[in-house]
Nanobody, 122 residues
C-alpha cells in the first residue's frame, strides 16, 4: 500500500512537502504520481515521475510551483509545493502504476494511497 504524510494547514505563499512511502511491496519499478481533490470537485492529476526518476510531468497549474521527486531507495515519492494558493487546498493522493503513460494519458493507476489533507488559508 501507499502511505502519504506531510499534510497540514499553511498560509498562502508558504511551502509544504508531501511524502508517500510504499509498504507491503516495493514500488521502485513503478511510476508514481500525486493527485489533488478539492472540496466538491473531482480528483485531478498534479505531477508524475517515472520509475527511475528520469521523467517528470506536472499539470500546467502547478508546474512552476510544485516539484516531484523520488527517494533514494526509489520506493517513495515527494511533492514539494511552493507559493501555495487557496485553490491548492484539498486532499492529496499518492498513486503508483507500472506505466508512466498511465498518468500522462489520463489513465487510472493501479494503486492509491488514502490521502493527506492540505489546507491553505490567508
Amino acid at each position: 500500500k501507499l502511505v502519504e504524510s506531510g499534510g497540514g494547514s499553511v498560509e498562502t505563499e508558504k511551502s509544504l512537502t508531501l511524502s508517500c512511502v510504499g509498504s507491503g511491496r516495493t514500488f521502485s519499478s513503478y511510476a508514481m504520481a500525486w493527485f489533488h481533490q478539492a472540496p466538491g470537485k473531482e480528483r485531478e492529476f498534479v505531477c508524475a515521475i517515472s520509475w527511475n526518476g528520469e521523467s517528470t510531468e506536472c499539470a500546467d497549474s502547478v508546474k512552476d510551483r510544485f516539484t516531484i521527486s523520488r527517494g533514494s531507495a526509489m520506493n517513495s515519492v515527494s511533492l514539494q509545493m511552493n507559493e501555495l494558493k487557496s485553490e491548492d487546498s484539498g486532499v492529496y493522493y499518492c498513486a503508483a502504476d507500472r506505466s508512466f503513460e498511465t498518468f500522462t494519458r489520463g489513465g487510472s493507476p493501479w494503486y492509491w494511497g488514502q490521502g493527506t489533507q492540505v489546507t491553505v488559508s490567508s
